[in-house]
């Protein structure tokens, strides 16, 4: 579904990601594992049309979109959860879930769907979206980008300042997105967290990937259990 392939691209004339290989098929969950600067969302941003690749091509389902502006490319069918999740916090839920059809007008439907994965949400749709709680706040951001219909759904580390009660909850969601057939890739640096609903992942360190494998072969590679799992 997702062909990444030789992908460079930075700030300022500076590459901070390079020769960047990696591939999500469709119903696949899979994970990009990187700390703290390695250029996870600097790698969503090239995939989604927010920077433009320097080096290399990326495809969705078999089209080229590298170059493409960020709407198409989310008219397409793919679309991304930013960490900052980029809510309109003086409009309601409600609205702001009806934002993330645009272009086109809100789906009964989609609204039915995305009520029944988080009943928090309907039973807020009238309040403002900048005063609903962290964890609300991570599940309008995922609704919102069910609404456009995506394929493909990017998200950049959704346990973002989340208490570990919450995380667990927001992965919870993910696991039901994931059973009804959503293909998902997952930007994170909680690793047992994203290894436990992922099938794949690549391991992301300055700008390159370093290590590529089965979340189960992540999970027992002694580097990623001493960099990730707290292991010595
Ligand atoms: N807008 C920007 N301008 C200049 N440099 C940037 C910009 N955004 C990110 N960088 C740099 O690019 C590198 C990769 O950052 P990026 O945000 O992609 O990492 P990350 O893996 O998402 O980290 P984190 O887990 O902290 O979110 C870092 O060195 C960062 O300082
Ligand atoms: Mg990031």
């Known amino acids: 579904m997702l062909e990444v392939s030789g992908v460079a691209t930075g700030y300022l004339g500076e590459n901070v990601i390079s020769g960047i290989d ?9 994970a990009i594992i990187g700390s703290n600067g390695a250029g996870k969302t600097t790698l ?14 990326v495809r969705f389902e078999g089209e080229p979109i590298h170059g493409w502006p960020t709407h198409r490319i989310s008219r397409a069918g793919l679309a991304f959860v930013p960490a900052e999740r980029h809510l309109f916090a003086y409009m309601s839920v409600k609205e702001n879930l009806a934002l993330g059809a645009y272009p086109r007008r809100p789906r009964p439907v989609d ?15 009238a309040q403002r979206a900048g005063t609903m709680s962290g964890g609300e706040q991570q599940m309008l951001a995922v609704g919102r980008a069910l609404m456009s219909r995506p394929r493909l759904l990017m998200l950049d580390e959704p346990t973002t300042g989340l208490a570990p009660n919450l995380a667990d909850a927001a992965y919870r969601a993910l696991a039901t997105l994931r059973q009804s057939g959503l293909t998902l890739l997952v930007a994170e640096q909680q690793v047992p967290l994203v290894l436990r609903l992922a099938d794949r992942g690549y391991v992301l360190e300055n700008g390159r990937i370093q290590m590529e494998g089965s979340a189960k072969e992540l999970e027992q590679d002694p580097d990623v259990r001493r960099a990730y799992l707290g292991v010595t």
């Open 111 to 125: 609204l039915d769907l995305v009520v029944e994965l988080f009943p928090r949400l309907g039973e807020r749709f």
């Open 44 to 57: 969503f941003r090239a995939v989604c049309g927010l920077l433009r690749p320097t080096a290399g091509t």
């Open 22 to 30: 990696f591939t999500v098929g469709g119903g696949e969950v899979v």
